[in-house]
């Protein structure tokens, strides 16, 4: 079986959708058989093929307790003291009822949840009919991780009350009068209201599970058929569908945005903005109703078999909630999610009165197509194929060098994280893996000759995880380029996907997938990128917060260790340069006016990340936004109307798509400081190396001359 390690990545998320409110408590959910029996299964493959195996016990159970709690009320705001009293007595009890498969204690902790969830969002309602008084001297605490839960309900009462305030003052300093704010809270606490009596079975399993997993080590998960499936498609990049981002918008499954060359976008049927009110299948199935139903469900229903047709009941953007609807039909087909796939552009950079062409690459994670590969499909889709090209194209561009810019990319593939380095370094060791037994492999490129042998940076922030680090790791260690940025997320070890359902030769899906630690890996020099990263050779500021962001913050992962450099020959000369590289990026930076700014912002964002607490006197809070909104006037940081530091009080369900766009729009719009500061050290390395080729003495027989 393959090695993979990285990410989940979800393409669509549950959010709420309008139906007919419930009143009274939500339904009891309780567990499936199959639910139980994973469990017990994958307590037993965890127990003998982890890499380091923690056994079930009540220690165990304690942990997992403690971090199913957690995961459903992280602020400490649901719960009440007795309810994790009641709790907590049967955290010992959790090991043995998994071993009777017996899934009754976390599924009767969430239906508490559910309710709790009810009740506060009933109360917050209620709120809405006073009118707050903003002149009081009061602070609402931002963070409650670490807080006791209330010990009381009028301590709970007390609690959302400063919560729904605190929600009024935002609006109100974003200029919405009473009535408009009345509307967009009692609508938002509606939406919560309505998903807690939306959660299903699988919910709590999965959330129960992920609990489990996570217990045993930071990177061990658990797939439901649905995550599963999802998994999938972030590997190979490709779903058979209609092609269609969809988002749940004011009441309705709205399309967000068509993928170019889908289905959707080709029927010319469709457009950003409409909404789905039902969905049927084949050429003649009755159109069932959806409005209600939940995105994930919805998203079941349209994807399907190649070349299977689903008709879609659309009510178009511009119409009313009573406007024309009409029916069409789109012929499924595979579809090809290139968003996340890499890309290339080219950075013109002027150093002195000449002009540098730098290739950028970008990759936002490292996929393959592990089933094509399997079946021998010579097209098969993956990252290293994929940067292959792009190289390729580069070269023929002419340019002076390249970036490959690693920044949130959380890994994937270990085998393209192999491949990736011998386009950039050739044939060689590339990363060493030590499994349960302490046996050391050592995992080469067997290229013959890199794909590129210019100047080259890898630009990574802390979001630089795993196959990340050790494309990273390698290149450094090689000396074949600089690394530019952030410590990475310092995640070293190895994770391994076990279909449970091909294990016990289940016909159909019915236990789901675990993906376990196996081994740790190790750089080519020995070391590891376990917790410490992968260091730059040149730093960059970033927005990141090591304290919640990294292998570090987690209180289970594995400890920094070491093995035997692996044989290899560094080739490139990058160190010897990196003194000049550093004393002209910092040259750069005292007159660059951008840099400085966005140094400015991480300072800020920090000291606000700090705040632990928010002053709900309207006064305090009106003189902070005018303190933030003449910092950001007076550097002009207006894209097209669109300040990116002003707080709306909205949250992203709530504006409208066009609004959304905007935003998303300005982001990805804005200029990247970051990348061309990296850009312009990758300038400089291509200076710096075509100055030492030409000063280097000509040696016999080198001439071009014939």
Known sequence: MRLQYGFL??????????????????????????????????????????????????????????????????????????????????????????????????????????????????????????????????????????????????????????????????????????????????????????????????????????????????????????????????????????????????????????????????????????RIVGVGQGENGPIKEVVGTRLDEIVQMIRGAKGSVVRLDILPADAGPDGKHHIISLVRDKISLDKQAAKKTILSIKDGDATRKIGVITLPAFYEDF???????????????????????????????????????????????????????????????????????VENDDLSAPAWTGPLAVLINRGSASASEIFAAAIQDYGRGVIVGEPSFGKGTVQTVINLDQLTHSSRPKFGELKLTVAQFFRVDGGTTQLRGVTPDISLPGFSDPKSLGEASYDNALPWSQVKPAKYTPDGDIKTLLPQLQSRHQARLANDKDFQRFTEDVAELKTQREKRVVSLNETERRNELIAQANRLKSRQQMNDGVNSGEDDGLEANERSLSADIAIENARRNAKDVLLNETASIVADQADLQAGALKAAPQQPGNSDKK
């Not at 090209?389 to 994280?417: H, P, Y």
């Open 9 to 274: 990545c979800l393409f669509l998320a549950i959010a709420p959708s309008a139906y007919a409110l419930e009143t009274g408590s939500p339904a009891v959910l309780t567990p499936l058989q199959q639910q139980a029996q994973a469990a017990h299964l994958s307590a037993q493959i965890l127990a003998r093929s982890h890499y380091k195996p923690v056994p079930l016990d009540d220690a165990l159970s304690a942990r997992i307790m403690n971090q199913f709690i957690k995961s459903l009320d992280p602020d400490r705001v649901l719960f009440l003291q007795t309810d994790i009293d009641k709790f907590t007595a049967n955290s010992t009890k959790i090991d043995d009822a998994i071993n009777r498969e017996d899934l009754q204690i976390p599924f009767s902790i969430f239906n508490v949840y559910m309710q709790r969830v009810v009740d506060r969002m009933n109360y917050a309602r209620n709120l809405l009919k006073q009118n707050f008084d903003f002149s009081v001297q009061e602070d609402y605490p931002l963070v409650r991780d670490k807080a006791p839960w209330p010990q009381s309900e009028a301590e709970s009462n007390d609690l959302w009350r400063k919560r729904v305030k605190n929600d009024w003052l935002r609006l109100k300093l974003a200029g919405k009068d009473d009535a408009g704010i009345r509307d967009t809270l009692d609508k938002r606490y509606e939406n919560s209201l309505e998903r807690a009596y939306k959660y299903k079975s699988d919910d709590v399993f999965q959330t129960f599970m992920d609990a489990y997993t996570t217990s045993i080590d930071p990177h061990t998960d658990y797939f439901g058929a649905a995550a599963a499936a999802e998994f999938d498609i972030s590997m190979k990049l490709s779903l058979v569908g209609i092609g269609a981002v969809l988002q749940e918008r004011d009441d309705y499954t709205t399309i967000r945005e068509l993928v170019a060359g889908g289905p959707a976008q080709v029927s010319g049927k469709l457009a950003a903005g409409d």
């Open 371 to 441: 089933e094509a590969r399997r079946k021998g499909d010579k097209d098969y889709r993956s990252a290293s194929r994929d940067v292959a090209k792009l190289l390729a194209e580069l070269k023929q561009d002419n340019v002076d060098g390249v970036l490959i810019d690693l920044r949130d990319n959380g890994g994937g593939s270990l085998a393209e994280a192999i491949d990736l380095t011998g386009l950039f370094v050739g044939k060689g060791p590339v990363v060493q893996e030590r499994d349960a037994r302490g046996k050391v492999e």
